[in-house]
């Protein structure tokens, strides 16, 4: 595949779909329900820059600073992020949202949450 140009599949890949993944933390889950997949399109070689599809089942994570600078935009589901101030916002199907390097952050996955993603570090 050339990487000139990719389109991002809210299913992941045609052929494989999606695999498990593990970032949330087991006890962060608010349901019996601990599903988290993704797909990731793209990755450069050196891992600073990868972009992809990630569903999440329902929970909460505080973050004291975010690992990476990303850009996202919700496929389905609904998240709330709250910031070190308390100012928070919801964002659901088809809203697309930054987060910086260095954020802190409380995710709080209200509804199953699937996302695209641009991840740089």
Request: hydrophobic share 35%; charged share 20%; proline share 6%.
């Amino acid at each position: 595949m050339s990487d000139a140009f990719i389109r991002l599949l809210p299913g992941g890949d045609p052929t494989s779909g999606m695999q498990p993944v593990a970032e949330v933390p087991p006890g962060a889950f608010t349901t019996e329900d601990h599903t988290e997949i993704e797909h990731v399109f793209y990755a450069t070689g050196d891992g600073s820059t990868w972009t992809g599809v990630w569903e999440c089942a329902p929970c909460i994570e505080e973050i004291d600073s975010y690992p990476v600078h990303e850009m996202m935009t919700v496929i389905s589901g609904s998240v709330t992020l709250t910031n070190e101030n308390g100012d928070s916002e919801t964002f659901t199907s088809g809203d697309s949202f930054f987060i910086s390097k260095g954020a802190q952050i409380k995710w709080h996955i209200t509804e199953k949450l699937r996302k695209f993603y641009m991840i740089t570090s």
